[in-house]
């Protein structure tokens, strides 16, 4: 059993009826001549926690000595037995009801659920309409009984009721539990509060100021509260409200002693309820400020917790910048350098030797965004696209790979946006790929012909065996590994191709009659569907590259549909910001968990996808290939078990439908070149035929081939 759903133990519930008893006893001292009923009744508040103390599941266990301790001491000091019982249970009731909403509206109090105090504003309004509403209930019963017992009853008689039960409530009750609080909680100090010894001289002084204002006849009471608000801005809550209890309580006493202006009422009913009105208005003045201060403190320390968060940030973002081995730089709407990392700063002393780091900076900032025609990827086949040569002052160049992304942060009163420029010096990788390209197409073509006159020999060996000779299966079994040879030739040749191979980057149209989309139905059977929305956005990258590409992951699609259902392909795309994303998804058999991150890799085919269908795992390698070069990345989305697949990857948008000043796309470019830094061109016709053709002289015979996406 948990310690919510326990009752309280034997020595808590003696010391709370104890504590009852004492203070009914006291509030029984204030029954005037011919009443019977007292001015006060501070023991409300004690049942107030004593209800709160206890489990919801053992309520009888308070209500039920509550009374009988209520109705003793009553009783015992000369009430009627009618004036008795009705108090017993009206004291009953009122407990009842008000924990019961408390632990409704106040969930986050000790004693409702929580482990807080009357601290928030919000939280002492509530405990307070839910005080009134008990005392009002509390007050028809109490009324009730007197009525029946043959006393005088009128409309003040239930208002005199219910101020002494409230203002019990509100000072005992409310005190009682902020000190609840303080001795079961670790309460926040001040965010700027008063010493030790401020807090002596104003008790010091509030009570001799208390004890002279009451002590004269003018009405000057109202200025206690000043030194209530003064409490409660300088110290917590807990402290703040003591101190206004106990200066309305001298007032109160004082008032009962006929000291003070109060006493000039007639009436010592009226006397006692106008006292008790001010005891409350003093308590209330101390809370709701000290509750404003705590939050103001709690604001306070969440702001300065989150500018400490943010310098500890800023902090790691600049050591993580500064130890990167790309560079970046910061630009402002007009195109100053705001903000740049070491392996900026270094890479522009290379074009600058000596020179300050801003006029350095700003030399390879013009480089990079305005190159010479000849040192782009227009006029460079070992380029990627959206490389850059940069002279260096000895004479070397060095090729970057330059990403930019449009920042959507204000950097004027005015408006305007910033750019990022991420550069990647490549130079190593791209002056290695066409000597790498080179000897894989030499070697795929002094390959091919060898293969090609076993691959005939064997077909004429198998044509002149008899049907059922013995040779004739091993026969056919090196046929078909000489096409898988052959096909695997021809899958390292497109990959170094793709990998290397220059890129004529212009705007492509996907849909269409005149799309790249368009000649993929050759490769579906006749019952499989390709789904392409009319309206995808063009893109602007390598035609040639593009249809690869697609051809691949359609391809795929129709491969691995699951057997004996046909292939059910959708393409789907659209732009964000300088980017568009293209979604290509089937209903075949799907790609496990564990293996979308890994079917990109070169050769890697799943033990399901190697036992059931044939490749090379070379197809998803040379998408990668394509999409990285293109400044995107390429993955594949998870889908529950049986439902297929989806690639999702992004090219650079067509260079008349891309928003000037839009918003990157968000996605991250593995190989660091992005749409932004691609040169327009127009296409070369002769090149453009020349690449397509010796990309189709590459591929086998059969249109329905595709590579592996394993």
Known sequence: ?????????????????????????????????????????????????????????????????????????????GASLTVTLFGSVSV?????????????????????????????????????????????????????????????????????????????????????????EWRTQQVPARAHGG????????????????????????????????????????????????????LGSIGLWLSLLDHGSFARLSDPLAEALVSQVFLVAVLLAGLFVGALSDRIDELFATVTRAQREAAEQAELLAEMTESMGE????????????????????????????????????????????????????ARAELGVGDVVVPLANGEEAVLAVSRTVLTRRLADDGGAGVLLVLRDVTEHRSGLKPLAGFAATAAHDLRGPLTAIRSWLSLAIEDLEPGAEVLA????????????????????????????ELVAQDVELAGQHGVLAPLVGLLGPDDVLEVADDLPPVHADPVAVRQLFGNLVGNAVKYAKPGEPAY????????????????????????????????????????????????????????????????????????????????????AASGSASSGASSSGVASSSGSSSSGVAPRAADPEREERRGSQAEARRVPESSRVSSPE
């Open 1 to 77: 059993m948990s310690r919510a759903q326990r009752p309280l133990p034997v020595p808590t519930v003696l010391a709370f009826a104890g504590a009852y008893a004492v203070l009914a006893l006291l509030g029984r001292t204030t029954v005037v001549d011919g009443a019977t009923v007292s001015l006060v009744w501070p023991a409300a508040g004690v049942a107030a926690l004593w209800m709160l103390a206890e489990s919801p599941r053992h309520q009888w266990r308070v209500l039920v000595p509550l009374a009988l301790v209520h109705g003793g001491v009553v009783w015992g000091t």
């Open 92 to 180: 009953a009731v009122q407990t009842w009801l008000l924990c019961h909403l408390l632990r409704r509206w106040c969930p986050s109090l000790l004693g409702a659920g929580g482990t807080a105090s009357l601290r928030m504003p919000r939280t002492l309004v509530l405990a307070g309409v839910a005080a009134v509403l008990a005392c009002t209930v509390g007050a028809a019963i109490g009324t009730t009984g007197l009525w029946v017992d043959g006393e005088p009853t009128d409309a003040s008689t239930a208002v005199a009721w219910f101020a002494r039960h409230l203002t019990g409530i509100l000072a005992v009750g409310g005190v009682g539990h902020l000190a609840w």
């Open 195 to 246: 010493s030790t010894t401020e807090l002596v001289l104003l008790w010091v002084g509030s009570v001799v100021i208390t004890v002279v204002l009451f002590l004269q006849p003018y009405p000057l009471a109202f200025l206690v509260i000043a030194l209530t608000v003064w409490s409660a801005a300088r110290f917590r809550t807990f402290p703040a409200a003591l101190h206004a209890l106990t």
């Open 327 to 378: 560079g970046l730089v910061v630009l402002d709407r007009d195109g100053r350098v705001e903000r740049s990392n070491g392996a900026s700063r270094r890479l522009a002393h290379r074009v600058r030797p000596g020179a300050p780091d801003a006029d350095a900076l700003a030399a390879l900032v013009a480089l990079v965004l305005h190159p010479a025609a000849d040192n782009t990827d227009a």
């Open 474 to 501: 091993p026969l056919r079994r090196a046929e078909r590994a000489t096409g898988h040879m052959g096909q695997l030739i021809d899958d390292l040749l497109e990959h170094a191709m793709a990998e290397s191979g």
């Open 569 to 652: 392909v959708r393409v789907r795309a659209q732009q964000q910001g300088s980017r568009v994303v293209v979604e290509v998804e089937d209903d075949g058999v799907g790609v496990v968990d564990h293996d979308r991150s890994l079917i990109f890799q070169r050769f890697h085919r799943s033990g399901a996808v190697r036992a059931n269908f044939r490749g090379t795992g070379m197809g998803l390698s040379i998408c990668q290939t394509i999409v990285h070069r293109h400044g995107g990345t390429i993955e594949c989305l998870p889908t529950a078990p049986g439902t297929g697949s989806v690639f999702r990857f992004d090219l650079p």
